[in-house]
């Protein structure tokens, strides 16, 4: 992605080029490649997370269950598109996690556009 953003939803913050854990910008919180959030306020797999995500001009900030962990400058385009993204990986020789497994649900998404 060179164009948007992504708000990262990945506990362990997996890089699929790798095929490895543990990255901290592609954990939770994180602006997807761009910038690690400063901490992992998530909740335990299972329970719902509260995500405020607010793009305003060139700053995002990002709010995880209260908690306040990205703030990022950002010198790409500042129009696009509400994208939510729910990806588990699936490839050759993978290990399968039962904590991993089952659906991702995403509910009472809302946008406002704010002047």
């Keep these: 992605m060179t164009k948007g953003h992504e708000i990262q939803i990945d506990q362990r913050g997996f890089d699929s080029a790798t095929n490895s854990e543990g990255h901290a910008v ?63 990986p699936r490839f050759p020789g993978a290990v399968p996690e039962p904590s991993l497994e089952g659906p991702v649900v995403a509910g009472n998404i809302t946008s406002e556009t704010v002047a």
């Design 26 to 88: 592609k954990r939770t919180g994180a602006i997807y490649d761009l910038q690690a959030p400063s901490g992992f306020p998530s909740g335990p797999v299972g329970l719902w997370n509260r995500y405020e995500i607010e793009a305003r001009d060139d700053t995002i900030r990002v709010t995880l269950n209260g908690t306040p962990v990205n703030v990022y400058q950002s010198t790409r385009q500042r129009s696009g598109y509400l994208a939510v993204q729910a990806y588990r």
